[in-house]
């Protein structure tokens, strides 16, 4: 096994001061907590990272939140700090959430700044990664001084403007894909009583990403949490509202760590599971295996049909399904998702091309056409779908693979032209 990558880190402020981690939001750099490091250094010693492919730091992908939170936990640990209090924008804050989750006893204290239990939906997320294959980091950076700043911030900071745009334009594309999809992938909303830390959930009141509904659910949930709204402010409230930020976490972080003082909260009860029928246990010392029942595979193919084809494709075909199409639906689930696209020998990019050229040999134009969207979603670039097609005239036949091209053609345009 290799071993953990560490995060490429800053540290400010005095070595025995108790260690505070400022984490940035997906497409910012350590950077974007600068307005807030002078008061706070007085305070804490403060740990600063880059997110994979951000800033110059390494490109290495991170593909779950779980994956980068293991990250920073290897960087904590080479400084030899066990508890420390965390504070983080956007996707830092799902990988202080994760941290929470899986490592109650490290945190001290957390705080979500533009944050959500679900960054928008799946299907956002991987439509821009499509994008992003096809068109680069332009139309994102492009886009950003809308997406972060309220309009009479970004008319009057024209040069933190610059900056934000600039930042997205250097990030590592590879990376900045791996990010959308770990956000459309990450999902706490059923598991948010299970965070024990205190936390303070911090939202621009403009902030249309993750507005404060968003923060107003994550309060909901969380045993532990009060709400902060930010007046003036849209998504990177660090950046727009420097001081509003600084005084609260401030005060949030300094109350918290000075409660957690005397040491971790006890862990949680375990509750051990029923002992197994007798009967049962009768079987295994026998070395009974009943090795005839295999698992249901209709939530996994569930899972993976809505990966790859998208939500709002899923919940149609359900929504159209009836008595009469029931059990062929599934059937499609179970078998063509749960049993062959689940099946882990070759990778869904390389099905994306076996699906794509059958559909071409039997001129299935009408599943072509989600298959062609499924494809870009699976990481195909439009030039490898051509090159696919391309194949298929030679040995589906011209009139196929003509056909075949003129429905691709429309649903890329549709899927890869960035939105105005």
């Known amino acids: 096994m290799s071993e953990t990558k560490t995060l490429q880190h800053r540290i400010d402020g005095p070595e025995d001061a108790?260690?505070?981690?400022?984490?940035?939001?997906?497409?910012?750099?350590?950077?974007?907590?600068?307005?807030?490091?002078?008061?706070?250094?007085?305070h804490w010693r403060v740990l600063r990272f880059d997110l994979p492919g951000h800033g110059g730091s390494p490109a290495h992908p991170a593909t779950a939140a779980s994956e980068l939170a293991e990250r920073l936990l290897a960087t904590?640990?080479?400084?030899?700090?066990?508890?420390?209090?965390?504070?983080?924008?956007s996707l830092g804050g799902a990988i202080g959430a994760q941290l929470a989750l899986d490592h109650p006893n490290r945190v001290s204290s957390l705080a979500l700044v533009s944050s959500s239990a679900r960054h928008s939906t799946p299907d956002a997320w991987r439509q821009q990664g499509v994008v992003i294959r096809t068109n680069g980091l332009e139309p994102v950076a492009n886009g950003t001084p809308e997406r972060w700043?309220?309009?009479?911030?970004?008319?009057?900071?024209?040069?933190?403007?610059?900056?934000?745009?600039?930042?997205?334009?250097?990030?590592?594309p590879g990376c900045y894909i791996a990010s959308c999809e770990l956000l459309a992938a990450f999902d706490i909303r059923t598991q948010l009583s299970r965070i024990g830390v205190p936390a303070l959930v911090m939202a621009g009141a403009e902030d249309q990403l993750t507005p404060p509904a968003?923060?107003?659910?994550?309060?909901?949930?969380?045993?532990?949490?009060?709400l902060a709204i930010v007046p003036g402010a849209s998504h990177l409230v660090p950046v727009e509202q420097p001081g509003a930020v600084t005084e609260l976490l401030i005060r949030h972080l300094t109350t918290t760590w000075q409660q957690s003082a005397a040491g971790p909260p006890a862990p949680a009860p375990v509750i051990a599971p029923e002992p197994p029928p007798a009967a049962a246990v009768a079987e295994l010392e026998a070395g009974v295996v009943d090795v005839g029942v295999r698992p249901d595979p209709y939530d996994a193919g569930m899972k993976v049909r809505r990966e790859v084809l998208g939500d709002a494709h899923v919940d149609q075909a359900m929504e159209r399904t009836d008595e009469f199409t029931q059990d062929f639906q599934d059937l499609v689930t179970r078998y063509a998702w749960g049993e062959v696209w689940d099946r882990p020998v070759i990778d869904r990019r390389t099905r994306?091309?076996?699906?794509?050229?059958?559909?071409?040999?039997?001129g299935h134009l009408d599943e072509l056409v989600f298959h062609t969207r499924a494809a870009l979603r699976n990481g195909l670039t439009p030039a490898e779908i051509a090159e696919v097609l391309l194949h298929t005239a030679v040995y589906c036949g011209m009139p196929a693979a003509n056909a075949?091209?003129?429905?691709a053609q429309r649903v890329i345009r549709e899927e890869t032209t960035p939105e105005e």
């Not at 080479?78 to 924008?89: C, I, N």
């Open 76 to 89: 904590v640990d080479a400084l030899g700090v066990d508890r420390f209090g965390y504070a983080g924008a």
């Open 352 to 362: 994306s091309v076996a699906t794509l050229t059958a559909l071409t040999a039997g």
């Open 214 to 226: 968003d923060a107003r659910a994550l309060v909901a949930g969380i045993p532990d949490a009060r």
């Open 404 to 407: 075949a091209f003129a429905v």
């Open 18 to 42: 108790p260690l505070l981690v400022l984490a940035p939001a997906l497409g910012a750099t350590w950077h974007m907590w600068d307005r807030q490091i002078p008061e706070l250094t007085r």
């Open 149 to 172: 700043f309220t309009s009479s911030f970004a008319g009057a900071q024209p040069a933190i403007v610059d900056w934000a745009v600039q930042m997205i334009r250097t990030t590592d």
